[in-house]
């Protein structure tokens, strides 16, 4: 099993930027895709930001890409959101996910999910 704490969710205003962190324990071995989505009230759960594979290749929802920036700590097994130039629609709470192998844009490609952090950006 794989656990996932996020940390980070706020309240911010528009035009601002929060830092959202998820720290992974347990049998981490094997985890290839840590990800980020996002489930705002009324929607469904939808992808935001993913990093996959020994390089770190990274993908990105049109809705946050120039915005936000996902990275990772092999070390420390955290993956990170920096997340910019916040609009009241990225209010949402947003999950991070971890998978072995499956689509990194997809919630079918991860197996273990967090608990999630609200982000709350006010107009």
């Known amino acids: 099993q794989v656990q996932l704490v996020e940390s980070g969710g706020g309240l911010v205003q528009a035009g601002g930027s929060l830092r959202l962190s998820c720290a992974a324990s347990?049998?981490?071995?094997?985890?290839?895709?840590l990800g980020w989505f996002r489930r705002a009230p009324g929607k469904e759960r939808e992808f935001v930001a993913a990093?996959?594979?020994?390089?770190?290749?990274?993908y990105y929802a049109d809705s946050v890409k120039g915005r936000f920036t996902i990275s990772r700590d092999n070390a420390k097994n955290t993956v990170d959101l920096q997340m910019s130039s916040l609009k009241p629609e990225d209010t949402a709470v947003y999950y991070c996910?971890?998978?072995?192998?499956?689509?990194?844009?997809?919630?079918?490609?991860?197996?273990?999910w967090g608990q999630g952090t609200q982000v709350t950006v006010s107009s």
């Open positions: 990093i996959s594979g020994s390089r770190g290749a990274t």
């Open positions: 347990g049998r981490a071995f094997g985890i290839s895709s």
């Open positions: 996910a971890a998978g072995r192998g499956g689509i990194p844009t997809a919630t079918v490609g991860y197996g273990y």
